[in-house]
């Protein structure tokens, strides 16, 4: 939806701003404020479900729209959080009095707000958008609290493909090697292969030179023994 900051006047757009200052200060309980500093006119919130209802447990995303000719014609409301209600729309769209023939400009956001939670407690079929939800509510409240229980459930509570924005569980998603951060695991050979691969080539080495020296000993030797008979062979002459 287009923003409407600039078809709103000064004054009004000062008035907004306050008010949703104050209550991102100090929000009614239960709910959270997440205002925007680009948008003025669009407000998003938190609304959790309130205990004894099918909805307790539940985050339920939602915003207010003010329209261009706010505050004499009353916001939108619209909930993000897909919920089973027979006053919400499919489309998220919410119908309470205090959005349409009840609203008045000074009854203010904060109004709104408590309204709408209130809704939740005390749904109202006879203006019922959800016109299933409606007639469950008044025929088979069981069903009904059986179906607004497991939508809240899946879309409210940050479980398997919920949208309320919960944080990630961190076991979530594609995890580290299992010796991704040892150094010791990841550096190929062991550390401690080193030193004895370093002491394998010096014993190697030494093995070497030894081997050297023993041949060097056996050719002098073989050396003076020829020297010695040629000489023993000479006396004889």
Known sequence: MNSNVEN???HVLRLVYKEVSALA???PEGIKIYPSEEDITELHTAIEGPEGTPFAGGIFRMRLVLGKDFPAVPPKGYFLTKIFHP????KGEICVNVLKRDWKAELGLRHVLLTIKCLLIHPNPESALNEEAGRLLLEDYAEYESRARLLTEI???GGPGGTSG?????NDGPQPKKHAGDP???AGPSAAAVPAALGNGANGASTTNSNSNSNSSSTNNVAGKKKADKKRALRRL
């Open 155 to 157: 879309h409210a509570m």
């Open 166 to 170: 919960a944080p990630q569980d961190p």
């Open 25 to 27: 200060a100090d929000p």
């Open 87 to 90: 006053n919400v729309g499919h």
């Open 184 to 186: 010791m695991k990841r």
């Open 8 to 10: 709103l006047p000064p």
